[in-house]
């Protein structure tokens, strides 16, 4: 499995943006889908963008389609997810997950995650 480390989180006011990272151990990262997921004090951890192991394909959560952007380095082993016009009901701690398969919107098919990063976003 791959070990990832998130970063990047904060307290930020409303329409403020974050860029949050998640490095990746191991050489294989490259084959890895990866995916963003968010989760809320007493609510259950919630899809918010993916990407395929080229960065060729994505795809995002309703909710934050058109503000969020995920991306990848397969040569730094890292994958981002630039967050703009950030709204209160964006604050959660954020996830990254890696995936040895095809895109997936699920956190069960997930089988590895990092540590997660606080991301706060006053009114």
């Known amino acids: 499995q791959v070990q990832l480390v998130e970063s990047g989180g904060g307290l930020v006011q409303a329409g403020g943006s974050l860029r949050l990272s998640c490095a990746a151990s191991?050489?294989?990262?490259?084959?890895?889908?990866m995916g963003w997921f968010r989760q809320a004090p007493g609510k259950e951890r919630e899809f918010v963008a993916v990407?395929?192991?080229?960065?060729?394909?994505?795809y995002y959560a309703d909710s934050v389609k058109g503000r969020f952007t995920i991306s990848r380095d397969n040569a730094k082993n890292t994958v981002y997810l630039q967050m703009n016009s950030l709204k209160p009901d964006d604050t959660a701690v954020y996830y990254c997950?890696?995936?040895?398969?095809?895109?997936?919107?699920?956190?069960?098919?997930?089988?590895?995650w990092g540590q997660g990063t606080q991301v706060t976003v006053s009114a």
């Open positions: 990407i395929t192991w080229s960065g060729g394909g994505t």
């Open positions: 191991g050489r294989t990262f490259s084959s890895y889908t």
């Open positions: 997950g890696a995936r040895g398969g095809s895109i997936s919107t699920t956190p069960a098919d997930f089988g590895s």
